[in-house]
């Protein structure tokens, strides 16, 4: 029993590291993702873009220039192109109080590389992101969830495409699927939108601005898991714990670490 099976059973709020500790390390490399899991981070957030020679990596963005020397899309540039980037000087110019010398060159990871890196009992939280423009991202994804016997009890697959979500249930029925969703004004959840993300999901992770405490009561007890993003303040994580959250993802794992260790 892992970690967080164990947790299920007391109901422990999950501590999801977005893009690992991405609020002290450069997002989606192997040094965030190991921060989160020094900061007691449950799960190692991972959002997936996808090579122009079809292998799966970590990046948030559709392109390559936010988060690296470079500029292009990704779907674009091989993965040895990928390679070549300096994936973590960004950081250190965009928040010089966190900045540190050894961030600069660290290179993006693909998929293999962190299952490689953290194996199979760690639990890994993973967004097929722009599915659209990735065809196959979610059967390579599964490729590689099977190829490294990942933890399908823990493991959590999450889109804001419910198509792809589908896609991998049809790949995998038993794979875990949590559905995204963002919110532009004070959010609802309908008895008939409950009962259609219950098809196929076992959560749901909208953007917690908007939210109340009639909708996480609503959601939470319907069965469902409510996982907000991306939460990064402390007594914002406190008002979500107190309306009764199941989890949320936070950029800075220790804070929620250290507020539930307070509880
Ligand atoms: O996956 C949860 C949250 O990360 C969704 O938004 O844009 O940060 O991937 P984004
Ligand atoms: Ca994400």
Do not use: C
Request: charged content about 30%.
């Amino acid at each position: 029993v892992t970690q967080v099976e164990a947790a299920d059973h007391r109901t422990k709020v999950v501590d999801v590291a977005h893009r690992g500790a991405s609020g002290y390390a450069p997002e989606h490399t192997i040094t965030s993702y190991k921060m989160g899991e020094r900061l007691h981070g449950d799960y190692i957030e991972i959002d997936l873009q996808m090579t122009k020679d079809g292998k799966l990596i970590a990046m948030h963005d559709e392109t390559v220039d936010r988060t690296t020397d470079g500029t292009g899309r990704v779907k674009d540039l091989t993965l040895e192109q990928i390679k070549q980037l300096d994936a973590g000087s960004w950081f250190n110019e965009k928040y010089p109080q966190y900045a540190n010398e050894d961030y600069a060159g660290l290179k993006v990871p693909t998929l293999e590389e962190i299952f490689k890196r953290f194996g199979n009992h760690r639990n890994y939280y993973i967004e097929t992101k722009a599915p659209d423009i990735y065809p196959g991202m979610e059967e390579e994804l599964l490729r590689l969830v099977d190829k490294y016997r990942i933890n399908k009890r823990t493991l959590l697959i999450q889109s804001f495409s419910k198509e792809s979500l589908l896609r991998v249930k049809e790949l995998d029925a038993s794979i875990k699927l949590v559905q995204l969703l963002s919110y532009k004004e004070a959010a609802v959840a309908t008895d008939a939108e409950i009962a259609a993300w219950k098809e196929y999901a076992v959560g749901i992770g909208p953007n917690f601005t908007y939210l109340d405490q009639n909708y996480v009561q609503k959601v939470v007890k319907s069965g469902l898991q409510l996982h907000p993003y991306t939460v990064n303040e402390t007594a914002d994580m406190k008002r979500l714990i107190d309306w009764g959250v199941t989890g949320m993802f936070t950029n800075f794992p220790d804070r929620l670490h250290q507020l539930l260790k307070e509880q």
